[in-house]
C-alpha cells in the first residue's frame, strides 16, 4: 500500500529555513515522480516544485524559485524540500504527491497525482 508521511513543518520567523521531508513506502520508489504542494487559508492547492524519477529534472513555481530546492534520497525512500528565505506568504499546509512515471521531465499540476500524503503545516510569523 503506497503512503507518503509528511514531516519537518513548524513555526519559523520570517527570513528562516526548515527542511520538509516525505516518507514513502509501498512502491518502488525510483519508478515514482514527486511533487510538492501547499494550500495557503482560503487559497487553491498550489503547485510549488517537482522532481523526476531520475532525479535530473526538477522544477519550481515562481513563487518559492531560488529559495526552495527539492531532492530525494533513494536509499532512504524519502523526498525533501529545503526552504530558505522564508516569508509569512509562504504559510501554508505542505503536501507530497507521487506518480508513477518515468518520463525525463515532472509535473506540478494536482490532476496528475493521485497519491497524496496527509500534510504538514508551515508558519512563517515573528
Known amino acids: 500500500q503506497l503512503q507518503l508521511v509528511e514531516s519537518g513543518g513548524g513555526l519559523v520567523q520570517p527570513g528562516g529555513s526548515l527542511r520538509l521531508s516525505c516518507a514513502a513506502s509501498?512502491?518502488?520508489?525510483?519508478?515514482?515522480?514527486f511533487s510538492w504542494f501547499r494550500q495557503a487559508p482560503g487559497k487553491e492547492l498550489e503547485g510549488i516544485s517537482c522532481?523526476?524519477?531520475?532525479?535530473?529534472?526538477?522544477k519550481y513555481a515562481d513563487s518559492v524559485k531560488g529559495r526552495f530546492t527539492i531532492s530525494t534520497d533513494n536509499a532512504k525512500n524519502t523526498v525533501y524540500l529545503q526552504m530558505n528565505g522564508l516569508k509569512p506568504e509562504d504559510t501554508a499546509v505542505y503536501y507530497c504527491?507521487?506518480?508513477?512515471?518515468?518520463?525525463?521531465?515532472?509535473?506540478?499540476?494536482?490532476?496528475?497525482?493521485?497519491?497524496w500524503g496527509q500534510g504538514t503545516q508551515v508558519t512563517v510569523s515573528s
Open positions: 504527491a507521487a506518480r508513477e512515471s518515468v518520463q525525463a521531465t515532472c509535473r506540478m499540476s494536482r490532476f496528475d497525482f493521485d497519491s
Open positions: 522532481i523526476s524519477s531520475s532525479g535530473g529534472s526538477t
Open positions: 509501498g512502491f518502488t520508489f525510483n519508478f515514482y515522480a
